[in-house]
């Protein structure tokens, strides 16, 4: 049982370049999240997926893009990767009747030079 | 927007010693939850708080919201190296799984 898996861990993008981040859980979560961790900002909630086929914004989804594969798989794109979008990204899946607890993947350090 | 606060940033205690860290909210809270995370890790789910006056236990960890809803303290009893990490207390607003994040607080434990 291996939780909450993110792909790369770690990464450095040059400006204009894309990639997208691969996150799947194996505890049959309906729903998923993705968040980034600033310096002295906390985390910050991008997009989430309350339930398969859906996905809605949170609070800063500008830049990025989401699909939701299947009920295991979220991924996060970067179209256009901006030194702004430097961050750690976390993945996070949980029930939905209790989606306040969630389940961290170990995170992506992304880097945009 | 609702927004939350910790104190202090970051904390360095002798192991052995008591330690409160705390989550101010500018408005009323609907739940309180509180997660830890070890350093290059994700979080890891701790409790939940909801009610008024509520307090809850995890182990040495005990987390209190007060009557108003707008305050939760995190204690820890006779800390050790394995609370060592970053503390963090997210709130849920009016709609479901956004919570939003206070920036948390960094605890060192001194041998």
């Known amino acids: 049982n291996a939780g909450v898996t993110q792909t790369p861990k770690f990464q450095v993008l040059k400006t204009g370049q894309s990639m997208t981040l691969q996150c799947a859980q194996d505890?049959?979560?309906?729903?998923m999240y993705w968040y980034r961790q600033d310096p002295g900002m906390g985390l910050r909630l991008i997009y989430y997926?309350?339930?398969?086929?859906?996905?809605d914004k949170g609070e800063v989804p500008n830049g990025y893009n989401v699909s939701r594969l299947n009920k295991r798989e979220f991924s996060l794109r970067l179209e256009s990767a901006a030194p702004s979008q430097t961050s750690v990204y976390f993945c996070a899946s949980s029930e939905r009747w209790a989606w306040y607890e969630q389940y961290f993947g170990p995170g992506t350090r992304l880097t945009v030079t | 927007s609702q927004e939350l606060e910790q104190s202090p940033q970051s904390l360095i205690v002798q192991e052995g010693k008591n330690l409160t860290i705390n989550c101010t909210s500018s408005?009323?809270?609907?739940?309180l939850y509180w997660y830890k995370q070890k350093y290059g890790e994700g979080l890891i789910f701790l409790m939940m708080?909801?009610?008024g006056g509520e307090e809850k236990s995890h182990e040495k960890i005990t987390a209190k919201l007060d009557e108003k809803k707008q305050q939760s303290s995190l204690h820890i009893t006779a800390s050790q190296p394995s609370h060592a990490g970053i503390y963090l207390c997210?709130?849920?607003?009016?709609?479901?799984?956004?919570?939003?994040w206070g920036a948390g607080t960094k605890l060192i434990i001194k041998p």
């Open positions: 997210g709130a849920d607003e009016d709609s479901n799984y956004q919570l939003i």
């Open positions: 505890m049959n979560h309906n729903s």
């Open positions: 708080l909801q009610k």
């Open positions: 408005k009323t809270l609907y739940g």
């Open positions: 997926s309350a339930s398969e086929g859906t996905t």
